[in-house]
T-cell receptor, first 115, second 111 residues
């Protein structure tokens, strides 16, 4: 089954404790992206990647890191989480946006709480 | 900087009605515009994508239009059903493939 998986689905952590949210897709997609969703602010793009070893900042990259060492994986790293990073996070993947097959597939979301 | 606005924030209509959701954007230099739906507690589902050079796209009861000159897109839902109840989001993609999202319209279809 074609899907985007995220782990963990729920995470409660404390300020400053490094964490990684994993994202994996099995559709051989080139484009992967991370978003956060906050009430009243909607979805905002954090980072995106056009292919292996290629990453770009989105709208709100501060406080986050990403890596794309393999095509299928795109982990989101919070080196020193702070309470303002409490949010619902989504990973998404697609073929290259320039291709006719382009359509974004989303993971189920990770609800992160930083205390 | 691109800003995407969706009005109204919430909409409630009786089942069977045709309805229009609105999306406006400030920068017409977009690569494409996309419509998604989000169901409570679930992820997002892609509905329609309109390329910059296109005027509209259709899928079943859904029709999305794009007018770059006025910075507007509409999502038309025909013969609405209770299963259409969800939050509908639009997003613009620029030439660097960055997505900017609207805050969404929460749609409730009353049986």
């Amino acid at each position: 089954e074609a899907q985007v998986t995220q782990n963990p689905r729920y995470l409660i952590t404390v300020t400053g404790k490094k964490l990684t949210v994993t994202c994996s897709q099995n559709m051989n997609h080139e484009y992967m992206s991370w978003y956060r969703q906050d009430p009243g602010l909607g979805l905002r793009q954090i980072y995106y990647s056009m292919n292996v070893e290629v990453t770009d900042k989105g709208d709100v990259p501060e406080g986050y890191k990403v890596s794309r060492k393999e095509k299928r994986n795109f982990p989101l790293i919070l080196e020193s989480p702070s309470p303002n990073q409490t949010s619902l996070y989504f990973c998404a993947s697609s073929f290259n946006p320039g291709q006719a097959r382009y359509e974004q597939y989303f993971g189920p979301g990770t609800r992160l709480t930083v205390t | 900087k691109q800003e995407v606005t969706q009005i109204p924030a919430a909409l409630s209509v009786p089942e069977g009605e045709n309805l229009v959701l609105n999306c406006s954007f400030t920068d017409s230099a977009i690569y494409n515009l996309q419509w998604f739906r989000q169901d409570p507690g679930k992820g997002l589902t892609s509905l329609l994508l309109i390329q910059s050079s296109q005027r509209e796209q259709t899928s079943g009861r859904l029709n999305a239009s794009l007018d770059k000159s006025s910075g507007r897109s509409t999502l038309y839902i025909a013969a609405s059903q209770p299963g259409d109840s969800a939050t509908y989001l639009c997003a613009t993609m620029d030439s660097n493939y960055q997505l900017i999202w609207g805050a969404g319209t929460k749609l409730i279809i009353k049986p």
